[in-house]
């Protein structure tokens, strides 16, 4: 928790101009063959997308009830509240992150029925432990646990109810130490994560590879950076762009029935 608060204050300015207010994931894109078509639309619409696709291939609607797994800035939270006119209560370890979903929420409609709560995803706050959910949410939120990741898959399967829907977008190796948290565990491959889900009581209906989508947006944000004349930003964004394209790192959406 420290480590992120830390992070986060040491980026938030960086983050804001490239990727939007509390836009902390990455987008989905639309292809022309093997290129992006739309990367014109920013880097905030693109995530706003990605949020939409995952709701429709979790099938949300005004029945869903939601809980968000790291969810951040409340973004995608309040997307999906939007979009689908479902329930939502988002988690996140970071008081930060939750007194700022707060404040965007407050800048929404008052019809929207989202609530943000502080709660690590091992000791859930007792209101939403009290919860039975339709639908577990993961938007590029488990990177940060990959060495708990059966923990955390577990946890998800907990909070929802007999035939409820898991759905997830998060990074992926193969064994590459880039995107997690503890450096002797390094991010497991798409198949392992695809394992790990059904090892947890669930039935895959949806995997899909979505390192395309990550290219385009991780080219995007390389862009801004050129443009910026971040040095640091730039040194990151080409070490990201030649993982992706050496395939070391990559990015998986699943979406998963509980038993």
């Known amino acids: 928790k420290q480590w992120y608060q830390r992070r986060v204050r040491g980026v938030r300015e960086w983050h804001d101009l490239a990727r939007g207010n509390g836009n902390l994931g990455d987008g989905y894109y639309t292809f022309v063959g093997t290129e992006p078509a739309n ?21 949300l609607d005004t029945r869903s009830i939601v ?34 979903a707060r404040k965007f929420l407050s800048e929404e409609s008052s019809t929207l029925n989202v609530q943000f709560h502080e709660g690590n995803f091992f000791d859930m706050p007792a209101r939403v432990q009290h919860e039975m959910f339709t639908h577990v949410w993961a938007q590029v939120s488990f990177f940060h646990t990959h060495a708990h990741l059966r923990r955390c898959i577990d946890v998800a399967a907990s909070m929802l109810k007999s ?33 790990t889900v059904k090892d947890a009581g669930f039935n895959i209906l949806v995997q899909e590879d979505a390192s395309r989508h990550f290219l385009a947006g991780t080219t995007f944000l390389r862009k801004i950076a050129g443009e910026e004349k971040n040095t640091v930003e730039i040194n990151f964004y080409d070490g990201r762009i030649s993982s992706i394209k050496e395939k070391l790192i990559g990015m998986v959406i699943i979406v998963a029935q509980k038993k």
């Open 39 to 59: 990367l014109d639309i920013g880097f905030p619409e693109a995530c706003r997308r990605m949020t939409r696709y995952l709701g429709t291939l979790g099938q």
């Open 163 to 195: 035939g409820g829907t898991f759905i997830l977008v998060d990074y992926c190796g193969p064994r590459h130490p880039v995107f997690t948290r503890d450096t002797s565990k390094s991010a497991p491959d798409m198949n392992e994560y695809i394992q």
């Open 67 to 100: 809980l968000d797994m790291g969810c951040g800035e409340g973004t995608p939270a309040i997307t999906m509240a939007k979009q689908f006119g479902c329930k939502v209560v988002g988690v996140d370890v970071s008081e930060n992150n939750i007194a700022s």
